[in-house]
């Protein structure tokens, strides 16, 4: 109950508060935003023109995230007044002192789990699905479960992320046997290794997944849903093998950011249900603002679960025996 | 003459700053505990890269991978130059052309195309053949070591060509007419006099395409991957990639050996060159090379080259048109022409961003180039003429950020520039760009000074020119070959540049491949295209003037005109 | 080994026009003598040799080298350079820069497959004809222009050819050089009693050198014959000019007497070798050399071809003075030793022998 009273007495003093925010933040001029996350220019553009404050939308890859960030905010020179990325990565960030915290009136709604952090919000979930191709598999053929990916007829006819390497990749593998989509271990290991023997096409990451699906190279990815809308009108759909996994996506807002005004109004913004619904329909992303979901058809009734994050050091052990599994001869 | 004693070391402490700086950041990175460059002393980032099991079979499949790519570069090159300058094939602008275009076209775009065409499963032109032949499999598959070497090697053609072909057009005929008359058969020739006195071309152009393969990423990731045949960067790219706080200072331990690897090359290839006399052959009496009247084979062979130049650059570069007209990716099909429209290329020339890119990328390519050739020019000169123990050092430096694999140098950079105002800003991308690419006007224009006797300058000297008028009226002129050549590969690399650019590019400082490469990753297969073939168009209306310029001051200038 | 040409034609097509290179060349190179083609560049000298080397195929005729014909357009025969045992000295020695002398020198041993023990003694054999022995391990890049040039001369010969050929070999060379090489190639091959085709445009180098000399022009031989019916008693006012310098005195034959014939010029009447029968009435020329010519200064002598005239110009060449001596409106060059006391400007008396100039057909 307390923290409904607080939640409403925010809700009722924000907007005065608010109100000077806005002319500190416009006074700022822009705020920066350095994110692994693709396709948000139309977020971007939105939040410019509705605060007048310059959304700048600074991509960095994944791999490339913790090297930029760290490099420069050691020479003191992060430009960054928001920081996105997969919530390891931000956990990281956090440890070294990158990060403020900050709690944004707009995560009210959030899942719990969601928030259970002052410094990092997670709005969103890196969900992963079988993808394949509609055009070229028949409906009776499409898998229903995960384990059906076992079945010798897809054979060299699967695309998915080197799994002794992508780090999203393993984490998923291992999150399908923690969150006992198996009923047991020993379940998990035969589609681990049916799954191996099936012997999928490896690629760097999971972008390159959709391409050889859509043009009929291979059948089935393991692959992400969002790609249905953003690579519309191929034939692509996701298999319904029950409950989905994913890396959850992290925001936070930056120790030493330059335009700290513009940073919480972003923040702000960008948990907001309008630039989340944004997000969900350009973008087909898995938000967690509540009652939005993608136009992808029959995503609001997944179960869509964030899975436990794994160490670095547990993610090169796991990549370690995925390897052996994978590449064997 | 006193300023010819201070160029060298000049020029030294110009490139050492230059290229040593991310190297050495790299170097600190490699034996230090964290991520940052400045961290406790360790070295079990080296222990653990050096003990890693599969390092030897990463390390043979690279090795395997660079030389093969090497030799078909290289072999194509000489065919193609060959026939360029010493027959009387007709078309002859269409070789020069041919051996140009892969240079313009995205790396990552060519391996797809190629994927596109030779994918074991649907590929267009496997499907083709096997309808034509019956076949059961496959007639190539593209995911394995031939399919990377094959792809490799055309996309490093451009540079062997750039290379081999003044050296083959200043030839001495008569070197291998005597040889016939003494009684050596056409293929004897080729091989005891013909390729021995061209060593030094087929040595570089064998050189820079090792090198430039041990820093290549494209075609590793795209066609090695899947094929489960991994090599050095993509090796380095696993470490990378595993776990979410890449770790580059293991990544640079690993690089260490391909910067091993190349300063060991550039000393071989000194060594073998070191009487730089033998290979004087321009010499100031005017020289033609006689034609070789190829009579009756001459469409044939016409044919073959045509054929082969079909398959291997027009066809990948209309596979990307025919992309860039669809929504997705699909093989040719009546519905795949019934989608076809010009959404994507509306779409990529509405984009700001791709606008600006655009903008930044033709001003780096022009400027970059510009700078770049000028420091090359006093660079080579100072390696081939000069040729004192410092002059090599200063060639193993050209080298250093170049032999670096591409991911991991571009991480130097940022360590070092960030360390400097020119953060984030264009310049730094300029800097960086001439930085790593500089070999690519060195080897041209050295190339190009060897050929230049002595004499030639001597006498200048004698009629009491100083140094640097000599430069100016006498060496200038007769190296605008190589200038030429070295400013055409300059530009049209800054125009792709992408491993400096991923991590140096900042909103506003976009450039072209940084935008492509934003495209692939978001699986716009389209609009990759046709962006792509955008670029083609710049960088090829680019170097055409570049010729045109080259040749008309080449006429205007030249003593023997 | 004689070398035999019959009707060679060779066409080149350049920038769209056709240029006749070789016009129907009939010709026969004596066996063991040294042949040289002489003429201004273009004439085609340089293509007929790499013609008879192998090294271009004409367009129609046929050659044969001893008993065997190498070319034949209508018998479709083309034997390649490599199988038609010759030797080459190029314009530039084309000396292999990536070998040492001795691999240069055992080159053509070693493609025609001779046994190593042989290749040794050969190449130190001929090394030593030319002069070069202890060079065996020099890097052919070390070597001065004349060292090159023997390293190119023993290249051509050490497979003992049937056929040696020179493409210009000494125009690389600097003068004093040139005279010295000239006279040992003169040697050498005197004393190796081997055919040789040599290729030159310098007309001093013809004359020394050769024992018969083929002047040619524009694709065809205009004359053949010794050094000496070449300069002394040609029959062409081309090669006459061509061969060495000459005063060409227009006029009309107005007389025979025996080997003589009288011609009328606008300096007077001239007496001179009549080799081709010029009838009288026929326009004719009168050519005498300049070293022909005497000069004094004193003394009054009457006689045939002895004209009077002022010193026009007096040029100092060295050994002697290159003189320009005005009769009338006729100028004739002349070689004034120095032991004449000419002055610019003074009068001059000039005489000359009816047997050191003849009569050309106008």
């Not at chain 2, 190297?23 to 230090?32: E, K, N």
């Not at chain 2, 716009?524 to 045109?548: C, E, K, N, P």
Request: aromatic share 10%; with cysteine; proline share 6%.
């Amino acid at each position: 109950m307390k923290k409904w009273v607080v939640l409403l007495l925010s809700v009722v003093l924000v907007p005065s508060a608010f109100a000077s925010d806005l002319a500190l933040a416009k006074k700022e001029g822009k705020a920066n935003f350095y994110a692994n996350i693709t396709a948000v220019e139309p977020i971007m553009q939105a939040f410019t023109s509705a605060k007048g404050v310059e959304g700048v939308y600074v991509r960095v890859s994944t791999a490339k995230y913790l090297a930029t960030v760290l490099t420069e905010f050691e020479a003191g020179k992060l430009q960054a007044d928001l920081l996105q990325g997969p919530l390891p990565i931000l956990e990281m960030l956090k440890g070294k002192g990158v990060l403020t915290p900050y709690r944004s009136p707009s995560a009210a709604g959030y899942p719990a789990w969601a928030r259970k952090d002052d410094t990092i919000m997670q709005f969103g979930i890196e969900y992963v699905a079988v993808i394949y191709n509609k055009d070229l598999v028949k409906p009776k053929d499409v898998p229903t479960r995960y384990m059906d990916l076992t079945n010798p007829k897809w054979r060299d006819k699967i695309v998915m992320p080197d799994p002794s390497s992508h780090a999203t990749t393993i984490t998923w593998l291992v999150g399908l046997k923690e969150a006992k989509v198996f009923p047991s271990d020993k379940a998990w290991m035969d589609f681990v290794e049916g799954l191996a023997a099936n012997r999928p096409m490896f690629v760097k990451s999971f972008s390159p997944t959709p391409g050889p699906v859509e043009s009929g190279e291979k059948l089935l990815a393991i692959s992400m849903p969002k790609y249905i809308i953003t690579h519309a009108p191929a034939p692509l759909d996701w298999a319904r093998t029950g409950t989905l996994l994913g890396t959850p996506r992290g925001v936070a807002i930056a120790a030493k950011a330059p335009h700290p005004n513009a940073a919480r109004l972003f923040m702000d913004y960008w948990l907001s249900k309008d630039a989340m619904k944004l997000l969900a329909d350009k973008v087909g992303e898995y938000v967690l603002a509540p009652g939005v979901y993608p136009p992808i058809d029959g995503i609001a009734k997944a179960k869509v679960v964030p899975i436990r994050e794994l160490s670095d050091a547990e993610i090169r052990s796991w990549g370690e025996k995925f390897k052996k599994i994978f590449f064997a001869r | 003459m006193g300023n010819k004693s201070a160029l060298t070391p000049i020029l030294i402490v110009i490139v050492g700053f230059l290229t040593i700086s991310p190297v050495l950041m790299l170097i600190f990175g490699s034996f230090s505990e964290g991520f940052g460059t400045f961290s406790g002393f360790t070295l079990s980032k080296y222990v653990e890269a050096y003990t890693d099991p599969e390092l030897s079979a990463v390390l043979l499949n690279t090795l395997v991978f660079t030389l093969g790519s090497a030799a078909v570069a290289t072999a194509l090159a000489l065919f193609l130059s060959y026939m360029y300058t010493r027959t009387n094939i007709p078309f002859k602008f269409f070789f020069g052309v041919i051996s140009i275009i892969p240079m313009m076209i995205p790396h990552i775009l060519f391996s797809i195309s190629w994927v596109l065409l030779l994918n074991p499963s649907n590929g267009i032109l496997n499907r083709y053949l096997m309808e034509l032949f019956e076949l059961k499999k496959a007639f190539f598959d593209i995911y394995s070591l031939p399919g990377m070497i094959l792809v490799e090697g055309l996309l490093d053609l451009p540079v062997s060509y750039l290379i081999i072909a003044p050296a083959m057009s200043a030839f001495d005929v008569s070197l291998e007419e005597s040889s016939r008359v003494c009684g050596a058969g056409t293929l004897r020739t080729f091989t005891r006099v013909t390729l021995p006195v061209l060593r030094p071309a087929i040595l570089a152009s064998v050189i820079l395409v090792v090198v430039r393969c041990l820093a290549s990423f494209s075609v590793p990731s795209v066609i090695g991957m899947p094929g489960r045949i991994y090599v050095l960067a993509t090796h380095i790219y696993r470490i990378i990639s595993t776990g979410f706080s890449a770790d580059y200072g293991k990544a640079a331990a690993v690089g260490m050996s391909a910067l091993a690897a190349a300063i060991l090359l550039i000393y071989l290839y000194r060594y073998l060159t070191s009487e730089s006399d033998r290979y004087v052959t321009i010499s100031s009496r005017g020289f033609k090379p006689a034609i070789i009247d190829l009579k009756g084979s001459k469409y044939p062979l016409l044919g073959f080259v045509g054929l082969i130049s079909f398959v291997l650059i027009v066809l990948p570069v209309l596979v990307l048109f025919y992309t860039s007209m669809l929504p997705y990716v699909m093989v040719p099909s009546a519905k795949a022409f019934s989608l076809m429209s010009w959404r994507n290329w509306l779409e990529v020339l509405e984009d700001p961003i791709s606008l600006l890119a655009l903008k930044n990328s033709v001003m780096l390519g022009l400027v970059g180039a510009t700078l770049g050739v000028i420091l090359s020019i006093f660079v080579s000169y100072v390696i081939v003429k000069v040729r004192t123990r410092a002059a090599g050092v200063l060639e193993s430096l050209s080298f250093l950020s170049f032999s670096f694999p591409g991911m991991v140098i571009g991480i130097g950079f940022m360590w070092f520039f960030v360390r400097t105002p020119l953060y984030a800003t264009i310049w730094a991308l300029l800097i960086g760009y001439i930085a790593v690419y500089l070999p690519y006007g060195i080897r041209p224009l050295s190339s190009a000074f060897v050929q230049i006797h002595s004499h030639l300058e001597e006498s200048s000297k004698v009629c009491g020119a100083s140094s640097f008028t000599t430069m100016r009226r006498i060496v200038i002129p007769l190296l605008i070959p190589g200038i030429l050549s070295g400013w055409i590969l300059m530009a049209s690399i800054f125009m792709r540049e992408l491993t400096v650019s991923v991590v140096l590019s900042r909103p506003g400082s976009e450039v072209l491949a940084v935008q492509i490469l934003r495209f692939s990753e978001d699986g716009l297969w389209g609009r990759l295209s046709a962006l792509g073939i955008i670029m083609i168009l710049i960088s090829s209306a680019l170097v055409t003037a570049a010729s045109f310029l080259g040749k008309t001051l080449a006429k205007g200038r030249s003593p023997a005109e | 080994m004689e070398i035999r040409i019959k009707g060679l034609t060779r066409d080149y097509s350049s920038g769209g026009k056709g240029i006749r290179a070789l016009d129907h060349i009939d010709l026969t190179i004596p066996a063991n003598r040294i042949f040289t083609l002489l003429g201004p560049s273009g004439c085609g000298k340089t293509t007929l040799l790499r013609c008879i080397v192998g090294l271009e195929s004409p367009d129609s005729g046929e050659i044969a080298i001893g008993d065997d014909v190498v070319f034949s357009r209508e018998r479709n025969i083309f034997v390649p350079p490599e199988k038609r045992g010759l030797g080459m000295v190029f314009q530039t020695y084309a000396i292999w820069p990536h070998m040492t002398v001795f691999d240069n020198v055992a080159y053509p041993l070693k493609s025609r497959k001779v046994p190593m023990e042989e290749i040794r003694t050969r190449v130190a054999r001929f090394l030593d004809f030319v002069q070069l022995t202890g060079f065996e391990n020099r890097p052919s890049t070390k070597l001065s222009g004349g060292q090159q040039q023997r390293v190119a001369l023993a290249r051509a010969l050490v497979a003992e050819p049937k056929v040696i050929l020179f493409d210009e070999p000494l125009s690389n060379l600097d003068a004093k050089l040139r005279e010295e090489t000239r006279k040992e190639l003169r040697s050498f091959l005197t004393r190796l009693k081997i055919t040789a085709v040599y290729v030159t445009h310098d007309r001093v180098e013809a004359l020394a050198l050769s024992d018969r000399i083929a002047v040619m022009r524009a694709g065809g031989i205009i004359e053949v014959g010794d050094p000496k019916k070449i300069y002394f008693r040609s029959d062409s006012r081309f090669v006459a000019d061509f061969i060495g310098r000459a005063n060409l005195i227009k006029g009309k034959v107005v007389a025979l007497e025996g080997a003589h014939g009288i011609i009328d010029t606008d300096i007077g009447a001239i007496a001179g070798l009549n080799n081709q029968n010029i009838a009288p009435g026929r326009n004719a020329m009168l050519c005498v050399r300049p070293e022909f010519i005497r000069l004094t200064t004193s003394g009054v002598t009457e006689g045939r071809n002895v004209f009077r005239g002022k010193v026009e110009t007096l040029l100092f060449i060295g050994e002697a003075y290159e003189g320009e001596i005005r009769i009338g409106d006729t100028r004739i060059t002349t070689t004034v030793p120095p032991t004449v006391d000419a002055v610019e400007g003074g009068d001059i008396q000039i005489s000359f022998d009816a047997d050191h100039c003849f009569l050309l057909p106008a």
